[in-house]
């Protein structure tokens, strides 16, 4: 990808250029399976629970398992705190993290049951809801949940009229030209789009590009989950 | 999901002798380790892992009105959430009994020690005060968050930088932290909750021992051995004797703990 002549991301980054990710998996010792992701200095952890029987029983569905996301963020996970407890905003991102996860799962080998997954914000600096998504993804794996294949999830900016991967606060809040516009996308390895999310101001032949872009970092993505499941496994 | 009634009968035989199932002797705690900075948004931060057990508090820092009884002090706000990442027990929604006594036992510790000088948080009498907040989450229980969550508190409280305030405008500027710090007492609290068990006292118990215990007192003190807040939980009774033998237990087991955790607050 080309960057546009006199463009400089805040922090100095390429614009392919991710920040350091972390992954851990096993990091809640209750949990049946757990994990730790982060982007820089967003911090997400994951804990599943599950499959167990569905409560209320009246959710109970015969015919599949109920996948069941919490994503929620600390109260001092930003700068002004957040009063503990579900915003609109929360139970959407609970929503889509849901839809990003159930395609890759075989959860109608869990009839009546329910699989939880909690995911918890520690430090937030933005691309919160991608990180939660690898955390959740790991998670799952750890669980040991039967599962087509990975997701990994991004997001990609548009600043101005420049697109750059992994997106940080202040790119975020960037207004410059066009402003910002924020895509997050989670994808399997082979390119599947299981969520995809857009605020903001771009042509389709620039949101092309932007998904081209995803692929590519969620290749490095799956490669630093990957080597956290494998590492779970020598200890 | 409780503990097994077959697990339940020999954590007391075991008792009986002395005995605990991790090898502990009635009087030990678990492992004590202390991290900072767990989250940089967090104007200070602690993770404390006591054995398996794992709690993060964070304090937040804001300004706002001081109370009508105390217009020349700081106000102190202490939440905690058990959250279901931590525990299969545990269930989304608003906070239950467990998660707001946790709360409240750390609150009364802080507070009633008088470890934070409110008085130096006010910055215009009657209008304008530091707010402390001090927020506990769970990150995997496996019994005694309370005394847990208490020294995280008290670890957050000690590393907290203050945020700048812009008197002006009349906003806090989260982005450039000083080098100030919380004024704070020299004696630091420290919670510790005895727990009764077929006339057995223990400290510290996994989460099988909580399940299993009958009676417990949280007491919130110095290392020196001032008393300022405690609370009798759970419907058994104590006799004055055994009152008695807690008092004298977790007044060793507190210089201990203390000891323990000393070299992490420096």
Request: aromatic residues 6%.
């Amino acid at each position: 990808m080309t960057k546009q002549k006199g463009f400089e991301r805040p922090d100095g980054r390429k614009v392919d250029e991710m920040r350091k990710m972390e992954a851990k998996v096993g990091i809640v010792p209750n949990a049946d399976g757990s994990a730790m992701f982060s982007f820089g200095d967003t911090i997400a952890i994951a804990a599943v629970y599950g499959p167990r029987k569905m409560h209320p029983q009246h959710q109970q569905d015969p015919e599949k398992g109920t996948l069941r996301c919490t994503y929620s963020m600390l109260s001092f996970s930003v700068s002004d705190r957040i009063k503990p407890g579900p915003s609109r905003r929360s139970m959407e991102i609970s929503k889509i993290t849901e839809w990003a996860l159930e395609p890759i799962l075989m959860i109608k080998r869990y009839p009546n049951m329910v699989i939880d997954v909690h995911i918890n914000i520690l430090q937030a600096n933005a691309s919160t809801r991608c990180a939660g998504i690898n955390a959740a993804a790991l998670a799952l794996a750890h669980a040991g949940i039967p599962m087509r294949e990975m997701v990994s999830s991004v997001s990609i900016g548009k600043l101005d009229k420049q697109l750059v991967v992994d997106v940080n606060k202040d790119e975020e809040d960037w207004e410059e030209g066009e402003g910002a516009t924020d895509i997050p996308i989670t994808m399997t390895p082979n390119g599947m789009i299981t969520h995809l999310q857009l605020d903001g101001k771009i042509t389709s032949k620039e949101l092309k590009e932007a998904i081209e872009l995803a692929r590519k970092a969620a290749k490095e993505i799956y490669e630093v989950q990957k080597k956290a499941l494998k590492e779970s496994l020598k200890e | 999901m409780e503990t097994p009634r077959l697990t339940a009968e020999r954590i007391r035989e075991y008792l009986a002798q002395g005995k605990r199932f991790d090898g502990r002797k009635p009087e030990d705690f678990r492992e004590i380790s202390i991290e900072g900075n767990v989250s940089n948004k967090a104007e200070g931060s602690a993770r404390v892992r006591l054995g398996k057990t794992e709690v993060i508090v964070g304090i937040k820092m804001g300004v706002a009105e001081p109370y009508p009884d105390s217009p020349n002090k700081g106000n102190l706000m202490v939440t905690a959430e058990l959250l279901p990442l931590s525990s299969p027990r545990f269930e989304s929604g608003p906070p239950r009994f467990p998660a707001v006594e946790l709360g409240r036992l750390v609150d009364r510790a802080i507070r009633e020690s008088k470890f934070i000088d409110f008085e130096k948080l006010c910055i215009k009498e009657g209008e304008k005060v530091w707010s402390v907040f001090i927020d506990i989450y769970s990150i995997n229980d496996d019994g005694n968050l309370v005394d847990a969550a208490g020294i995280a508190a008290v670890a957050a409280l000690k590393w907290t930088k203050m945020p700048k305030y812009d008197e002006k405008e009349g906003k806090v500027i989260y982005d450039e932290p000083t080098d100030k710090k919380i004024p704070l007492a020299k004696d630091i609290p420290i919670c510790i909750t005895a727990h009764k068990i077929d006339g057995t006292i223990i400290v510290d118990p996994t989460l099988e021992e909580e399940d299993v215990s009958e009676a417990k007192i949280t007491i919130g003190a110095t290392p020196d051995g001032v008393i300022s807040s405690m609370q009798k939980g759970s419907p058994a009774e104590l006799s004055i004797e055994e009152v008695h033998e807690i008092l004298d237990l977790t007044e060793k087991i507190r210089k201990k703990v203390f000891l323990k955790i000393e070299k992490f607050l420096e």
